[in-house]
């Protein structure tokens, strides 16, 4: 996949997303894949970016039929790809709660960095630089009901990559919900 596929990959899944599909990959590299999750539960899909020393993060929340609920994108002040999708992770805990207050709707968080998820699972692996942004998402996490963090690949992050490639451009902070 040369570089103008990378950047019809990203078109499609922004511009044209009834192209995209959903659950499977169908065999063409311009297929985007995104897996929904169970029945009853909500997914953030989030990515981060460093770009010549402009960092980026976007995310996405839908249910199981793939329906957007709420979007983000913008600049971070942090720098490091690990540092801005912890970043992201704080962004979507915040719109997740100021939505869901009222409901009680298990959340999947999936983002593509295994360290990331180690960072979360063991506070001692916790980089001095983040402890902060931890404190804030583990707060925000007690207000949930339930939440499963999950690794994923480029592939199955899409819409979230696109944000992220948005946000690098962006002046300031987009949140839609």
């Not at 963090?149 to 979230?160: E, H, S």
């Amino acid at each position: 996949m040369g570089v103008p596929d990378v950047v019809n990959l990203k078109v499609d899944w922004w511009g044209q997303p009834k192209h995209c599909k959903s659950g499977k990959k169908l065999g063409r590299d311009s297929d985007c894949v995104w897996d929904p999750p169970p029945t009853g539960w909500l997914k953030f899909n989030m990515a981060g970016v460093v770009f010549e020393e402009v960092v980026g993060c976007g995310g996405v929340l839908r249910d199981e039929k793939g329906v957007v609920f709420a979007l983000f994108c913008g600049k971070c002040g942090v720098c490091g790809v690990e540092q801005v999708v912890v970043m992201a992770i704080k962004v979507a805990t915040e719109i997740f709660i100021v939505l869901m207050r009222k409901v009680n709707v298990p959340l999947i968080v999936e983002f593509e960095l295994s360290s990331v998820s180690n960072w979360l699972k063991y506070r001692c692996l916790q980089p001095w630089s983040v402890r902060k942004l931890f404190a804030n998402i583990e707060r925000g996490l007690r207000h949930l009901v339930e939440i499963k963090l999950v690794v994923t690949n480029t592939q199955k992050n899409g819409m979230a990559n696109s944000l992220e490639n948005v946000g690098l451009f962006r002046n300031q902070f987009f949140k839609a919900y």
